[in-house]
């Protein structure tokens, strides 16, 4: 039901959580692997909220730092010096609905105190405006990352993670339930374009680990609809696994860290555009991995 598809006891859990969770006001915290569907079970988590508003996606890795608070909170004309119009902050757009910030550990850290007390007490100051405001909004956090880690590694407050680890979804990623697989597939068949399943797809499809989880599971259902003649059989799939796995490879969680898997095919003689930027624009490689990657290979090089 509700779009999540699958038998596996953990998403059946999941499910369960959506309805429960949705007639709370308290905050929700998504976790899990990159792709495996948090913002679609943050949008569920609205729709079955029955609330009026929008559901408002804060996309926090591409917001420029400097304009956060603006972004958030919206600013007054003269606020600050490219302040040449009043702007309405995605606070405001979320009322009566949900604020969902998607990676909420790429808020700036000199937001996250004004963001701690926003939760607190729904209220807030928009920028070159002396009066408060409040706002009739649910929070939605997502977040790929370990959050005790990123508050040992001073990325992240522990007040605020404490704050919005009230109500946990754990989403586990596609290779640990692999029962789901088959269900994703039969539900999103209209990605295959009506073309027929041949010999050896089904093997291909659980076979594979899917590193990208159920994000690139989709997009190869996409690309083989298009591409592949028909019927699909799992060598015909392959061929189009393959190409994702390479350029996904340096994604799997348990062969290394994103930054050191996407250093070691820049050394191969990758491509920085196609390995860091578009997987940074695509939410694949966070901010503070592609600062890390950065510092690297600028150390290594004499600070050039």
């Keep these: 039901i509700f779009g999540l598809s699958g038998t596996s006891d953990a998403l059946e859990k999941i499910r369960d959580l959506v ?30 909220s029955g609330r009026k508003g929008k559901f408002i996606i804060v996309d926090t890795p591409n917001i420029d730092q400097n304009l956060f608070e603006s972004k958030l909170f919206g ?10 119009f009043d702007k309405t902050g995605l606070v405001e757009e979320a009322e009566k609905g949900t604020l969902f910030f998607d990676e909420v ?28 405001k409040q706002a009739d909004v649910r929070f939605i956090a997502a977040t790929n990352k370990d959050l005790p880690e990123a508050v040992a590694d001073k990325e992240f407050r522990r007040d605020l993670l404490y704050r919005l680890n009230v109500l946990e979804i754990k989403i586990p990623p596609l290779h640990e339930r692999k029962e789901d697989i088959k269900n994703l597939v039969l539900d999103n068949r209209v990605l295959l374009r009506n073309k027929e399943i041949g010999d050896g797809f089904w093997d291909a499809v659980n ?16 690309r083989a609809g298009i591409m592949l003649d028909s019927p699909i059989t799992g060598k ?26 996407t250093r070691e095919a820049i050394l191969a003689g990758g491509n920085f555009w196609d390995i ?14 592609v600062k890390k990657i950065l510092k690297e290979f600028y150390l290594e090089n004499s600070s050039n």
């Excluded at 600013?75 to 040449?84: C, R, Y």
């Excluded at 850290?109 to 408060?132: C, H, M, N, P, V």
Aim: aromatic share 8%; charged share 30%.
């Design 19 to 48: 309805v429960k969770y949705s007639i709370e006001e308290e905050p929700v915290l998504l976790s899990g692997a990159t792709g495996v569907g948090k913002n679609h079970i943050a949008g569920l988590i609205h729709r079955c």
């Design 105 to 132: 550990t790429e808020v700036p850290l000199e937001i996250q105190a004004k963001l701690l007390r926003f939760i607190d007490t729904r209220k807030y100051y928009t920028l070159g405006e002396s009066t408060e």
């Design 75 to 84: 600013h007054k004309k003269g606020a600050f010096t490219d302040a040449k």
């Design 207 to 222: 076979d594979y680990r899917w590193p990208g989880n159920v994000r690139e599971l989709l997009n190869v259902l996409k």
């Design 276 to 289: 860091i930027w578009r997987p940074f624009i695509d939410r694949d490689l966070d901010r503070s991995a």
């Design 236 to 261: 015909k799939l392959l061929s189009l696994i393959d190409v994702d796995a390479r350029k996904g490879e340096q994604f799997i969680e348990d062969s290394g860290s994103p930054a050191g898997e």
